[in-house]
């Protein structure tokens, strides 16, 4: 759903009541990895371009929002956004299209990326851990892909396939979550299940040198598979988010990852979030009809939007550090940018595909915090929200724009009140890789609303 569109009436309103949508409302880059037409050019000048390997290789170094050797040097893209303008009743593809043209032009800036090496140098030389479970509230997931299949939360509680509620919590076969969009313990349907699939990669994807790198450690953290979108659109029900909600904090979820946001404000919903105990990280959406992002201090999504002391609302970062376009902002209602612009992830069917919008900027601070929970055990999951957003590294250009002024830094999280540390260090400049970090200029949107070229 469109923000624009919450002015076409009483029906247009009454549809859109209870329907949440991806929060990939403007952009989402969704290509397969193998032949992707490339339009970065890049530093060496080696014009090598990225081909899917065999999961034996390792794709780290396309992983620019973990480590940015500034090697995007400069992306310039021209493509057609096929528009869906808002149809009369209820209907939302009733509406006549157009086409709009879109150029990006952006520099890749060295360092300009989470900081999590050093953050991963002070997890391993710990001795302290403690399994953390993160629900994960979005479409289903992959859970047999190769890079994240030990990351998935298991409900030793039950028997699996038995036909038998055996933990006696009212579902019947949950071994890896539920699936509420259709009422089944069947938590991967197939290529709808991207974007969750997608998330879990950037979370907790395996530490072992093969395909793609997650942010925590899958020997700790475990992905609760929670799924309360369906269709190629993304879409689902407040109902079906607040029995998410109320499933992962009776099963002992730590912190909650929703990708996903709607226009209308649900009281239910927020009253099960102030009472939780669990963190919640939330993407502030992706911006109007034509993708760009605006203010949701003045025009609210939600949950993002939501005053409470549990959330942290994230914006999309690019490689530059300044925020992509179509992210939403707001200095009360956002917190922070993290990385969410070409992103690479894992996706069903044992794929690797890029992916663009605030839905990739919050598992990016999710992994942080399940990284930071499980070393750092002397802090609460309220602490470790207040260590992720008084380290911000702050950039100049986000002041007004995200109420800590800056981006995600994993290491000064992860060290956060230790010997005086604070705000986070920035990483210093170092070699650069001979690998083209290519994205595809082929785009999709999840939700009602509008359709981006495919």
Known sequence: ?????????????????????????????????????????????????????????????????????????????????????????????????????????????????????????????????????????????????????????VNEDEVPGDGIDNDGNGYVDDIHGWNFYWNSPQTYIGAEDAHGTHAVGTIAARWDGRGITGIADSDYVKIMVLKVMGTAQGLGTSASLNAAIRYAEANGADICNLSLGSYQYDAVTEELIRNSRMLFVVSAGNGDARGIGYSIDTSPVYPAALPDDNIIAVANMMFDGSLEESSNFGSASVDIAAPGSYILSTQPYGDYNYMTGTSMAAPMVTGVAALVYSCRTDLSVAQVRTAILESARKQEWLAGKVSTGGILDAYGTITYGLNGAGAGTAPSETEQTDATQTVPPDMIQYGPGYAVQQ
């Open 1 to 153: 759903m469109i923000h624009t569109e919450r002015k076409r009436g009483k029906e247009r309103r009454r549809y859109f009541k209870k329907i949440l949508t991806a929060q990939m409302l403007a952009v989402c880059a969704m290509a397969a990895v193998p032949a992707l037409p490339a339009y970065a050019s890049v530093s060496d000048g080696s014009g090598s371009s990225f081909q899917k390997t065999p999961p034996s290789e390792s794709y780290y170094k396309y992983q620019w929002g973990i480590k940015n050797n500034g090697n995007i040097t400069e992306t310039q893209l021209t493509f057609k956004e096929h528009v869906r303008e808002a149809g009369p009743g209820a209907d939302p593809s009733a509406g006549r299209t157009y086409d709009v043209e879109r150029k990006i032009i952006s520099r890749g800036i060295a360092g300009m990326d989470i900081n999590v090496e050093p953050a991963w140098d002070y997890y391993t030389a710990s001795s302290q851990r403690r399994q953390v479970t993160v629900a994960l509230i979005d479409t289903g997931v992959d859970f047999g892909h190769f890079d994240i299949k030990d990351a998935i939360w």
